[in-house]
């Protein structure tokens, strides 16, 4: 049984399209999460939403919107697709926020062209 | 602000031991992870240190001082599959979402 899982595992689009990736965790966590992890490996949190309270990362841009129909599901849908939006997405859970173990979705691998 | 600082690259021989440190700045304290990801893989939990001192858990163990901003993950018996690039992260002060440093890749040579 996969704990987080993400579709599609590769997305290819072109710049100015709007796309979503989806997100379900069957761990009956409370947060889950949205990493962005770019050519250089860096992985920065985007988003976390725990217990309904939304928590965005400043630098994200507002193209970038999570949503959330209930605790299980955290979905990320992206507008107005830049070349710069190319990079490996992850989907994450965790018990609750704070100190927890993250569990992680597979990537989603976005490629804008 | 909040800053993570690890090597970018360490190779070491199987078999042997290699220790990858981590040098963290944040106000508060509430935590520090080391996670493992494989190339093209997500990552996953190695462990979670909030006391100083030695955690060990079979060939992996991690090390914490608060008061000196460091930690350390080591390796022992090192095997072709710990070839990965290992990443600490410690909770933001403000709403504990993760920073993550840059992860250290290891390599590994038979």
């Known amino acids: 049984d996969t704990a987080v899982s993400q579709t599609p595992k590769y997305l290819v689009t072109q710049m100015g399209n709007d796309k979503s990736i989806k997100c379900e965790q069957n761990?009956?966590?409370?947060?889950m999460y949205w990493y962005k992890q770019d050519s250089k490996k860096f992985l920065k949190i985007m988003f976390s939403?725990?217990?309904?309270?939304?928590?965005i990362n400043e630098t994200v841009p507002n193209r970038f919107s999570p949503k959330s129909p209930d605790k299980a599901h955290l979905n990320l849908h992206i507008n107005s697709l830049e070349l710069g939006d190319s990079a490996v997405y992850f989907c994450?859970?965790?018990?609750?926020?704070?100190?927890?173990?993250?569990?992680f979705g597979p990537g989603t691998r976005l490629t804008v062209t | 602000g909040q800053n993570i600082d690890q090597p970018t690259e360490m190779t070491a021989t199987e078999g042997a031991i290699v220790q990858i440190n981590c040098t963290y700045q944040?106000?508060?304290?509430?935590?520090l992870f080391w996670y493992q990801q494989h190339a093209g893989e997500a990552p996953t939990f190695l462990s979670y240190?909030?006391l100083d001192g030695l955690e060990e858990k079979g060939r992996f163990s991690s090390f914490l001082s608060r008061s000196k901003g460091y930690s350390y993950l080591l390796l022992k018996e090192l095997q072709m599959k710990d070839s990965a690039s290992y990443l600490c992260?410690?909770?933001?002060?403000?709403?504990?979402?993760?920073?993550w440093g840059a992860g250290t890749k290891l390599i590994i040579k038979p």
């Open positions: 994450a859970s965790s018990q609750a926020a704070g100190g927890y173990e993250q569990y």
């Open positions: 240190n909030v």
């Open positions: 944040t106000s508060g304290f509430n935590g």
């Open positions: 761990l009956g966590h409370d947060t």
């Open positions: 939403y725990n217990n309904k309270e939304l928590i």
């Open positions: 992260a410690v909770p933001m002060d403000s709403n504990y979402q993760l920073i």
